[in-house]
């Protein structure tokens, strides 16, 4: 049984639950070997804080799965604050996001529609013959993408997880622009939201930017840099 399973985050709406249980039914065998470790607002016990909780688990997902639907689409929640945080997340290769397309909608002008959706052909799964098929499918495509996740995890290169200021610097191609992004994730806060998952008023995900936000991260890359031997020199002489 592996030491480090995936974590997974479940953004969904509430109208498509009953997918969302039948597709982690499918994905059990995985837990049980060890290899996944999923998570959904469903966990979430009373007295907690429901936004803190979703914000910390999203934040720290290998895998974000946006189980796609009319609903999904039209809720503010989702889109505002899920939708942009997983998508910054999957751009800042800190995290992979995996679009789930369970009824028909027109999602093919969303930020996601550039990535690889399942079951296959982003077939819906409704329109299968039998969700079992098509969650069969689903589950096929899912344990690729997290075996190859696992592998990354265990070898030590951070990967599509663990967003780690240094490890944005170990991925080949990932450059300042991507490490900052993957700075303001640990800064970014959910700013009045509507409802959990239906459809409210529209909330924003406020995350630093601009000159402050740049600042910000200059120190956590100097400490990254330090501790792959960098030096810097301050102007006009001495180290730093």
């Known amino acids: 049984m592996s030491s480090s399973p995936v974590t997974l985050f479940y953004s969904y709406a509430h109208e498509d639950e009953v997918f969302r249980e039948e597709l982690e039914k499918q994905l059990t065998i995985f837990q049980h070997i060890g290899l996944l470790s999923s998570w959904n607002d469903r966990e979430i016990v009373a007295g907690q804080e429901w936004g803190e909780e979703i914000r910390r688990e999203l934040e720290s997902a290998d895998v974000i799965l946006f189980l796609v639907s009319a609903d999904f689409i ?8 899920e939708v942009k945080r997983g998508m910054e997340r999957h751009a800042a290769g800190s995290a992979r996001v995996i679009p789930v397309i369970l009824r028909p909608v ?20 409704s329109q299968w013959t039998s969700w079992d098929e098509a969650l069969y ?33 170990q991925r ?15 800064s970014g806060l959910v700013r009045g939201a509507g409802g959990r998952r239906g459809v409210g008023r529209r ?14 991260a200059e120190p956590g890359l100097r400490l990254a840099l330090l501790g792959r031997g960098v030096r810097f020199r301050r102007r006009g002489g001495g180290g730093l």
């Open 74 to 81: 039209a809720s503010n929640y989702c889109w505002d604050v």
């Open 106 to 125: 027109k999602w093919e002008k969303a930020p996601f529609a550039k990535l690889q959706a399942l079951p296959k052909d982003g077939k819906p799964v």
């Open 137 to 169: 499918n689903v589950a096929e495509g899912l344990e690729k993408a997290l075996e190859h996740i696992q592998r990354i995890k265990l070898g030590g290169g951070g990967g599509a997880g663990g967003a780690l200021p240094g490890d944005a610097l």
């Open 172 to 186: 080949p191609g990932i450059g300042l622009g991507h490490f900052r992004q993957g700075t303001d994730a640990f």
């Open 203 to 216: 909330g924003r995900w406020g995350v630093s930017g601009g000159e402050p936000g740049e600042q910000a």
